[in-house]
């Protein structure tokens, strides 16, 4: 193999997808199955409108492209859905700041419209009444990510070695050689942690540090509906929360429709580890929230919840590219939240990175050595 890439989620499916389209070999391996983690409890988010300007804006603008392709590419399947998003304000001081937020973002590309009272409620005839307004973002989509991390490792063409956990790294002449997983050994010049949550633990094997942390969050899933919810709807306040360094319960409403007619209803962040016990507080201000969004959400039944993971860096952008502390290791990882979005092209640029080629947008802020030392998560194996 040219390169094996350290897990299944959707963001090493798409470096295997642009690195064998680059024309290397690949092999893919995860202790667990095909979007086993994170990418499983994911929403398939593709977002822009949450994003100020800077390199992780750059970063969502060129996967909104290439997802539009991938789209083209890939079986229906994946259920690309350019619904476009709609951020909302519930007063005139929120929606100041939005107008604010929304012409930073314009100068970098992004598309938005403000929608006064009239205009939200033709986009959305159901939400709340008294809202201040909000704005329009046509370019926000959604994917289902499991498909999506199916369908791009199947079009990859990569060898899969699932259910195999990686046990360390072979280090030969002061640089990665391969790996070894539980069965066997894979030899290639090249390593890509895309390891998600648990990309920390995989640095560590490597000999190196990265201060991945995992971030939990929940999701309702009600039962199936006519297509009452046509955006994704979030409230103001989701922006703030996501760039929150808060370890602390954060919720913030947001609600989308799905084609096969549930609603998604999230969004919650709390630093706990890998705690995975069910918090009735958080599923409590989820449904509270949403119902504040859209009243008749109140009358609606849950059908489950379900919850994940986000792979947190203290800064709130992912490491993506070469480790300079390990000749051959490469990192695509601590996307938090934004995972399924930007995966095209995190997997754009390992790919560039992997043959030479000039990045689509630039690395530099996404060094995985950027970090102090002694920030990181710790070495070994972390489990869940």
């Known amino acids: ?31 667990g199955p095909v979007a ?20 992780e804006l750059d970063l969502a603008l060129l996967s909104t492209e290439l997802w539009r392709d991938l789209a083209a590419e890939l079986p229906h399947a994946i259920e690309y859905e350019a619904k476009g998003g709609l951020v909302v304000a519930p007063d005139e001081t929120t929606l100041k700041a939005l107008r604010h937020f929304a012409e930073g973002q314009r100068a970098a590309g992004v598309v938005s ?51 195999e956990e990686v046990t360390g790294f072979l280090l030969e002449q002061g640089g990665v050689r391969g790996v070894r997983t539980s069965r066997r050994t894979l030899r290639a010049p090249r390593v890509v942690n895309a390891a998600g949550t648990w990309a920390g633990a995989v640095a560590g094997q490597a000999g190196t540090t990265l201060p991945v942390l995992p971030r939990r969050g929940f999701v309702l899933v009600t039962e199936p509906l006519p297509r009452v919810v046509r955006h994704k709807v979030y409230a103001a306040d989701y922006v703030a929360d996501v760039a929150s360094d808060s370890a602390a319960l ?4 947001v609600v989308e429709g ?4 549930p609603v998604l209803i999230g969004a919650t962040r709390e630093r706990v580890g890998f705690d995975r016990t069910l918090s009735t507080e958080a599923l409590r201000r989820l449904a509270a929230q949403a119902a504040a969004l859209f009243p008749f959400l109140a009358d609606v039944r849950v059908m489950r ?10 800064d709130h952008l992912p490491a993506i590219g070469p480790d300079p502390r390990v000749p051959g290791l490469l990192h695509a990882c601590g996307h938090e939240g934004a995972g399924i979005g930007l995966a095209p092209a995190t997997g754009a640029l390992v790919a560039a990175a992997l043959t030479g080629a000039e990045p689509p947008v630039p ?9 102090p030392e002694g920030a990181g998560a710790g070495r070994g194996v972390v489990r869940d």
Not at 42 to 54: F, R, T
Not at 305 to 314: A, E, K, M, Q
């Open 250 to 253: 954060q919720s913030s409403g």
């Open 305 to 314: 919840t379900y919850h994940g993971f986000r792979p947190y860096l203290p």
């Open 1 to 31: 193999m040219d390169v094996v890439i350290i897990g299944a989620g959707v963001v090493g499916a798409a470096c295997a997808y642009y690195a064998s389209r680059s024309g290397l070999s690949v092999a893919v391996v995860d202790r």
């Open 363 to 371: 690395l530099h802020p996404f060094r995985p050595d950027r970090f």
């Open 36 to 55: 086993g983690g994170t990418t499983g409890a994911g929403e398939g988010n593709l977002l822009v409108s949450d994003k100020p300007a800077g390199p």
């Open 258 to 261: 799905t084609p096969s007619g």
């Open 113 to 163: 419209a403000e929608a006064g009272p009239d205009d939200l409620y033709d986009l959305e005839p159901h939400l709340a009444p008294g809202l201040a307004g909000g704005f329009h973002y046509p370019q926000d989509a959604q994917v289902q990510p499991a498909q999506a991390a199916a369908r791009l490792l199947a079009a990859s063409g990569a060898e899969l070695y699932l259910g």
